[in-house]
């Protein structure tokens, strides 16, 4: 069955510190991988989205890998402020209708 | 444009009841997700609709629960008799119909249902 997986602990790092997050997956092709954030008690907010014919995708301080031969996909956040602090949720999909399957998030805790 | 509106933001229902969750798309936007998302767990689909119709419903419950997106108003997550088990948020989430490869959601604040 298809499986995403993120860091299920809690990644700490210190304020300036770029923060990597990982996403893997498991019998899946996704034709785009979507990242999103959510804060507590609120709905995910879609912050980037990279297609599988395309290696790296920016905007601001974030930054998005896709490797389709690792199965994997890597979020950065560069430069990281408190205000990161969040959980980033990956979801891949393969398309067509748009079904999208979320992972369970890693929880960033940016520290001042 | 207003977001995605949900509501009742919290809802408590004595198990047995019924709860009925809406979610008023954004402007223009005619797909609508639902997800459920329990306390330290991810968030599951459950059903996708366009206007009346359900494209997929393979993540909703055989029993008990049902959705619709009527021609007019928002969509209905309806869940009947319910139990402790139902208590969670649940997440409705919109989008235009695709163009130019957008496929972003954009999310409701979520119900919040507690059985008691």
């Known amino acids: 069955s298809q499986k995403i997986e993120q860091n299920s602990e809690a990644l700490n790092i210190q304020e300036g510190k770029t923060a990597t997050l990982t996403c893997n997956y498991t019998?899946?092709?996704?034709?785009?991988l979507q990242w999103y954030r959510q804060d507590p008690g609120r709905g995910p907010v879609f912050l980037l989205l990279i297609r599988e014919n395309e290696k790296e995708k920016r905007k601001e301080r974030l930054k998005v890998t896709f490797d389709t031969t690792l199965k994997q996909s890597l979020f950065h956040i560069t430069a990281s402020q408190p205000a990161d602090s969040a959980t980033y949720l990956c979801?891949?999909?393969?398309?067509?209708?748009?079904?999208?399957?979320f992972g369970i998030g890693t929880k960033l805790q940016v520290i001042p | 444009n207003a977001g995605v509106m949900q509501n009742p933001r919290h809802l408590v229902r004595r198990r047995g009841q019924e709860a009925r969750l809406r979610c008023s798309p954004m402007?223009?936007?005619?797909?609508v997700y639902w997800y459920r998302q329990l306390p330290e767990e991810g968030l599951k689909f459950m059903v996708y609709?366009?206007?009346?119709?359900?494209?997929?419903e393979s993540g909703m419950p055989k029993e008990r629960f049902s959705a619709e997106f009527p021609k007019e108003g928002p969509s209905i997550l309806r869940i009947q008799q319910v139990v402790r088990g139902d208590s969670a948020a649940y997440f409705c989430?919109?989008?235009?119909?695709?163009?130019?490869?957008?496929?972003?959601?954009?999310f409701g604040p979520g119900t919040r249902l507690t059985v008691t």
């Open positions: 402007k223009g936007h005619s797909h």
């Open positions: 609709l366009q206007k009346e119709n359900i494209i997929d």
């Open positions: 019998n899946y092709s996704p034709a785009y």
């Open positions: 989430a919109s989008s235009p119909p695709v163009t130019g490869g957008n496929y972003e959601q954009y």
């Open positions: 979801a891949p999909s393969s398309g067509g209708y748009q079904k999208v399957t």
